[in-house]
């Protein structure tokens, strides 16, 4: 790792910094007259465009601006590993029933004010970031437990790229699969990069409006409606999408049937959705969880506008939390929250009628029996 020691002016106190990449430098106005300026450097990573001058940090407050140089400070730390179920991320068509090693960094480029992760996504106490880790370090831990993946999560990896990219890397070197766990607010271009080393990814489709993008999320809808496109027409990466239901703010059914049939016209029929329960947290402590009810009739109504692979999130659902087979409508993989049950897929095809179904599933048509163990991980001893 390329680090050296910056001394970080919120808190006072010594961090392990990085250089990042993704800027390019601009001239802003110095504020002494209105003739003279002085150099800032512009971030392209995120579509929030963010200027820094020398000291500032961007709004997801872990990119820096550090003598005229874009500083990554959180490269090499995390909030804590933990080993979950791959279903959890979530992800029903990738490597069913196996293991993977999930950890975040602290941070955040969106302004969620539901944000289910806020003590990790919102902090702005470096101090949190108590394990060090590095790549390799990662990658070997995640083998050596007998995980399949790596998740980079809990928080936007977006926002960490090049600490992501190189776990990545590092994975694929123990054949190991990298998933991203993000909400797709990322640029045209620093998204090809990212996405190069991602295997799978969970989108977070967080409404289907403007207006409730820049209330609750601070951020804009149509650059995740472009990272979609993209990741659909311009990618080899597997992703599913998710959809937080959250009552009196994306709830309407009008809403969620736009939603489903853009997904169906420009992504087609076959990148599964899923539906998931709200609960109250943050700064949305207003109102109540999802009902169990409102995430049915969405995921009914994703199916009768013709979308194949619809589940339901955070709620006890086996129905909703099911694979079926599109064609003969057989059970292909049963799920009672994240315990798998009957599995009926001979490779990637339906095990009765042989339908060809998408995704990444074992060969020898057995899947993996993590269930729903949450395991924390020390570093330390890697």
Same mark, same amino acid.
């Given at each position: ?81 933990? +080993? ?74 977006? +926002? &960490? ?13 123990? /054949? ?9 607010? +990322? ?42 496109? &993209? ?9 599913? +999408? ?77 129905? /909703? ?62």
């Amino acid at each position: 790792m390329s680090s050296y020691e910056s001394k970080d002016q919120e808190s006072g106190e010594a961090n392990s910094a990085y250089p990042g990449r993704y800027w390019h430098t601009v001239q802003v106005p110095s504020g002494h007259t209105e003739q003279e300026t002085m150099q800032a450097i512009h971030c392209d990573l995120c579509p929030r465009a963010c200027v820094l001058k020398d000291g500032d940090r961007g709004f997801c407050f872990v990119r820096k601006n550090e003598g005229g140089q874009m500083i990554l400070t959180t490269y090499g730390s995390s909030t804590g590993f933990c +080993i979950d179920p791959i279903e959890k991320k979530p992800l029903n068509h990738f490597l069913p029933g196996t293991s993977v090693l999930s950890f975040g960094t602290a941070g955040c480029n969106l302004g969620c004010q539901f944000c289910q992760n806020w003590s990790i996504s919102k902090s702005r106490e470096i101090e949190i970031l108590s394990e060090k880790a590095s790549a390799e370090d990662i990658a070997q831990a995640a083998k050596d437990n007998g995980c399949d993946s790596v998740a980079f999560t809990y928080n936007d990896p977006v +926002i &960490w790229a090049e600490y992501a990219i190189d776990t990545a890397k590092a994975c694929h070197q123990l /054949g190991l699969k990298a998933v991203a766990v993000t909400a797709g607010f +990322i640029t045209p271009q620093a998204r090809p990069e990212f996405y190069s080393v991602m295997d799978a990814a969970n989108v977070d489709l967080k409404g289907f409006t403007e207006e409730f993008y820049r209330k609750f999320t601070l951020s804009h809808l149509e650059p995740v409606l472009d990272t979609l496109r &993209w990741l659909k027409h311009e990618s080899n990466v597997w992703f599913e +999408i998710t959809n937080l239901v959250i009552p009196k703010a994306n709830d309407n059914a009008d809403d969620i049937e736009r939603m489903c049939y853009w997904i169906l016209n420009n992504l087609g029929d076959e990148v599964p959705l899923h539906f998931t329960a709200f609960h109250p947290d943050f700064r949305l402590n207003d109102r109540g969880p999802t009902p169990p009810e409102t995430l049915i009739r969405a995921r009914q109504q994703a199916l009768k506008a013709g979308l194949k692979y619809v589940y339901t999130g955070n709620v006890h659902d086996k129905s /909703g939390g099911s694979t079926y087979c599109p064609h003969c409508q057989s059970v292909l993989i049963e799920r009672d929250w994240y315990e798998i049950g009957k599995y009926n897929l001979k490779g990637n095809k339906c095990g009765k009628c042989g339908q060809l179904i998408p995704g990444l599933f074992p060969q020898e048509s057995i899947p993996g029996n993590w269930g729903r163990k949450r395991v924390p991980v020390d570093l330390n001893h890697f």
